[in-house]
């Protein structure tokens, strides 16, 4: 059972020397330059501002920087489009709006709408002119939505045909703040994992939901090419995912495993107690809520349930890494009314540290890692013996 099929009712391997020396603390490595975005580093805050250890990170966006006026286009337009969607009263529908059927129902609400979603070729003289933003948001919310955002410029997504993109397709697809933060997110996580990693020998990971499957992808294959080979474990209830997920392992010659599983079982995770070194939730923590839900076809687990069974599968010595929208990031409306992207819940600083502790883990074993753009927090937990005494099965 997928993960959209159930919300949509709503309204390894051997034991790893880990370094234990607290790298994420000192923001160790988090410096470098990837094809989209370059980290410069990070400023610490004080720990008195959220009671936990917390780093901004410096960064840019490589496409930002190579064409400003294009981007400030782009703001500039899709500000103006919120401001006349929030006066109609036109947001995010209780019931997700999903594939080509939910898609043509969004472009019925507003010209707005029409003008990203309808499936005629849309020409505005002070909007957007596209042909294949509509097809993009028929993957929402798959794994396979977020290829375009993390590589723009780039036409063909892994195992599909290549796509016919017009100049403000690959604009709204690179410029807008979800697409800036979705990069930075990515680079982010890929440099925690290499600086983590690095000289640890062989680990095991475990990816639930996929989200995250290029930021892992791209930590793997550059910790195997230095002696710290990493076996990926990716678990979706989506096909699609998991086969993008096989393809980007051929084509970046990392071993991968995938397996289809509902992601809402969290007792599936039991027989692996403390079997990982490392349990990404980039992708799927930021789809529960805060307290678990029933629908007609599963239980909903809550956010704090799922941090603490993936805590729960992360051996001594390893780590939790988790994202969620903040609350506060730039342009909240555009995922709202515009992408209309089903069950993101965004959270404050505050309530994501609170989901954490909720799990029973200790403040001083959470980092936050906070991008400058302001869209996504990054999270680890470091797992200790007994960090978690035990864990119930929803």
């Given amino acids: 059972m997928s993960v959209l099929a159930t919300l949509s009712d709503l309204p390894a391997t051997g034991e790893a020397r880990l370094r234990t020396r607290g790298a994420q603390r000192r923001c160790c490595g988090l410096t470098g330059t990837t094809d989209h975005v370059t980290l410069h ?3 610490l805050l004080g720990r008195e501002t959220l009671g936990v250890a917390a780093h901004e990170v410096r960064t840019t966006d490589l496409a930002a920087q190579r064409d400003p006026r ?3 286009r782009v703001l500039d337009i899709v500000e103006r489009q919120l401001s006349e969607l929030a006066a109609a009263g036109v947001t995010r529908s209780s019931r997700p709006r999903v594939g080509p059927e939910g898609r043509a129902a969004m472009a019925t609400l507003h010209p707005v709408l029409a003008q990203w979603w309808g499936d005629q ?20 919310p798959s794994a396979a939505a977020l290829w375009a955002l993390e590589h723009p410029g780039d036409p063909e997504l892994p195992g599909m045909p290549a796509l016919d993109l017009s100049p ?5 697809l690179t410029h807008t703040w979800d697409a800036v933060g979705i990069r930075s997110r990515a680079a982010v996580v890929s440099a925690i994992l290499r600086d983590r990693f690095a000289g640890a020998g062989a680990t095991a990971w475990l990816s639930l939901g996929s989200g995250g499957l290029s930021a892992l992808m791209a930590a793997a294959r550059d910790l195997g090419a230095c002696g710290s080979p990493a076996m990926l474990e990716v678990r979706d209830g989506d096909e699609q995912a998991l086969a993008l997920a096989e393809e980007l392992s051929d084509r970046g010659r990392v071993p991968v495993l995938t397996q289809r599983q509902d992601l809402f079982d969290l007792g599936a995770l039991a027989s692996a107690a403390g079997g990982y070194d490392l349990v990404d939730l980039v992708g799927f923590l930021e789809y529960l809520p805060a307290e678990p839900l029933h629908t007609r076809r599963a239980r909903v687990p809550s956010a704090t349930e799922l941090v603490r069974a993936a805590v729960a599968a992360t051996r001594p010595g390893g780590i939790v890494i988790l994202g969620n929208m903040r609350t506060d990031r730039p342009h909240l409306e555009f995922v709202e009314r515009i992408i209309q992207w089903p069950h993101i819940v965004p959270r404050s600083l505050e309530e994501l540290i609170a989901v954490i502790e909720g799990a029973g883990m200790p403040r001083d074993a959470i980092t936050l890692h906070l991008p400058d753009d302001g869209v996504y927090a990054v999270a680890t937990i470091e797992v200790a013996n007994g960090s978690v005494t035990s864990t119930s099965s929803p």
């Fill in 41 to 43: 580093g990070c400023h």
């Fill in 168 to 172: 403000d397709d690959w604009a709204v």
């Fill in 121 to 140: 070729d849309a020409t505005e003289p002070d909007g957007f002119t596209f042909r294949h933003a509509p097809r993009w948001r028929d993957l929402v």
């Fill in 70 to 72: 294009t981007r400030q």
